[in-house]
């Protein structure tokens, strides 16, 4: 089998939509789109966890159906990223490849600040390496909120609480969010946007910000 590696240059470009829980990722994935229609750019929505049988797995886990240790949860996710990058029926390195730009809601950052919470970053940056020598992001777009306003929106959003939703553990998260873009300062394209206003001033900062990394890209 042939080793697929970033020597083959993508000519699209991945943008990850980073955050805590409730910080709007997945309506702001959804603007972002919406902008890229509108000026003619061919792009693709996708998340993580996947749909994919590793995805179904990892949500049995994050709704408390399915129990194990932190230190099996975090492969799970490896696995889950690499099928999402490579496999044959939506990878989306083959759609970068032909000119595609992905907007993925979460990628390896959601893995280095939620698995960093219980086990050492380093562990899981290192863990993730088989991810991140295919394809970095061109730029990683985290949306930063207060994990109170964070768990508000949660709450009118959602009846049933998953894994990681409480507000000690998301001021943790993105403690370790902040935590992991300075390990990795000067490695990963990362921008940090002021998530706490309208999803319309988000939309803008974020259009902003993405139409800047994708002319330089
Ligand atoms: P979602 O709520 O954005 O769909 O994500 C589901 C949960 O999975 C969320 O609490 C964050 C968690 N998660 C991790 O812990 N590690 C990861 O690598 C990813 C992608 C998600």
């Given at each position: 089998?042939?080793?697929?590696?970033?020597?083959?240059?993508?000519?699209?470009a991945l943008i990850a939509l980073e955050g805590i829980d409730g910080s709007g990722k997945s309506t702001q994935s959804r603007m972002l789109a919406g902008r890229m229609r509108r000026e003619g750019i061919p792009c693709y929505t996708?998340?993580?966890?996947?749909?994919?049988?590793?995805?179904?797995?990892?949500?049995?886990?994050?709704?408390?159906r399915l129990k194990t240790d932190n230190r099996a949860i975090a492969?799970?996710?490896?696995?889950?990223?690499?099928?999402?990058?490579?496999?044959?029926?939506?990878?989306?390195?083959h759609k970068i490849e032909e000119g595609t730009i992905v907007i993925t809601d979460r990628y390896y950052f959601s893995s280095y600040a939620y698995q960093g919470v219980d086990l050492p970053m380093d562990w899981v940056i290192k863990a993730n390496e088989p991810n991140s020598s295919i394809l970095r992001?061109?730029?990683?777009?985290?949306?930063d909120i207060t994990p109170e306003l964070a768990l508000e929106r949660i709450s009118a959003n959602r009846h049933q609480k998953e894994l990681f939703e409480e507000k000690s553990r998301l001021a943790q998260v993105r403690e370790k969010y902040i935590e992991a873009f300075q390990v990795l300062k000067g490695v990963e394209q990362v921008a940090v946007i002021d998530g706490?206003?309208?999803?319309?001033?988000?939309?803008?900062?974020?259009?902003?910000?993405v139409s800047r990394y994708m002319a330089t890209s």
């Open positions: 089998m042939q080793e697929k590696t970033t020597s083959q240059k993508p000519r699209g996708t998340m993580e966890p996947t749909d994919s049988p590793f995805g179904s797995l990892i949500r049995q886990i994050l709704t408390g492969p799970l996710f490896v696995a889950d990223r690499l099928d999402h990058l490579l496999n044959d029926v939506n990878g989306i390195l992001p061109t730029v990683t777009v985290f949306l706490n206003g309208s999803p319309q001033e988000i939309a803008d900062a974020v259009w902003k910000t």
